[in-house]
């Protein structure tokens, strides 16, 4: 079955320095999305990538899509507190129907 | 409404008792899912609604889950005979199409003792 990992797990940064992580697909993704999931809080979308080799950025978000289409990778730069939270990559394998998502990364940023 | 909508917040119920979770969807979103989550862990595929279409169950883990989706928009998640390890938060998530972004709900949380 479809299988979507991520790493690191778990990333302590401290407040200034960048974070990235990373999604890793055992199949061919029709697209990849990314959610932020505060503590106690649920899944909140932030972006959707379709194109192999897509870049896409948003403030001091930048997200990007394999060539293959089965990795992606987000990109903190100069993180804040406000950062704070699980980062979710979700994709939908190539033919079929149901969104799966990766195993997350929670950040904790230190002031 | 504005968002999708999950009901109870918060169950707390005896091993080898049946529940119902309820979700509502935002209007119009043709796709539904269930997820569970367990404390600290990821996001578990449960089912997948579209449209008229068969819904996909590959994710249920178990016969004792069942879903179904009335009229194309509520849906409700029922739980047989819990089990202690049934324990968790069960998000409901629609989107307008498959593929699309999903808008989650504020989830249920299931405890079983």
């Known amino acids: 079955g479809q299988q979507v990992m991520q790493i690191p797990q778990y990333q302590h940064v401290q407040e200034g320095e960048d974070f990235t992580t990373y999604c890793n697909s055992s199949?061919?993704?029709?697209?990849i999305q990314w959610y932020k999931q505060r503590p106690g809080g649920h899944p909140v979308f932030l972006i959707q990538l379709v194109k192999s080799g897509e870049v896409k950025k948003q403030k001091r978000l930048t997200f990007q899509f394999g060539e293959a289409k089965k990795n992606s990778s987000l990109h903190i730069t100069a993180t804040q507190t406000t950062d704070v939270g699980t980062y979710f990559c979700a994709g939908i394998q190539t033919g079929a129907n149901n969104l799966f998502f990766g195993t997350g990364t929670r950040l904790t940023v230190i002031p | 409404g504005a968002g999708v909508s999950q009901s109870p917040s918060n169950k707390v119920t005896e091993k080898g008792k049946d529940v119902e979770l309820r979700c509502d969807p935002i209007?119009?979103?043709?796709?539904l899912y269930w997820y569970r989550q367990s404390l600290g862990q990821g996001l578990e595929f449960l089912i997948y609604?579209?449209?008229?279409?068969?819904?996909?169950k590959s994710g249920l883990p178990s016969d004792r889950f069942s879903a179904e989706r009335t009229g194309g928009s509520v849906s409700t998640l029922t739980i047989q005979r819990t089990q202690q390890e049934d324990s968790a938060v069960y998000l409901c998530?629609?989107?307008?199409?498959?593929?699309?972004?999903?808008?989650f709900g504020n989830g249920t949380r299931l405890t079983v003792t």
């Open positions: 609604f579209q449209g008229n279409s068969a819904p996909d």
């Open positions: 199949t061919t993704l029709s697209n």
């Open positions: 209007s119009g979103h043709t796709a």
């Open positions: 998530a629609s989107s307008q199409m498959r593929g699309s972004p999903l808008h």
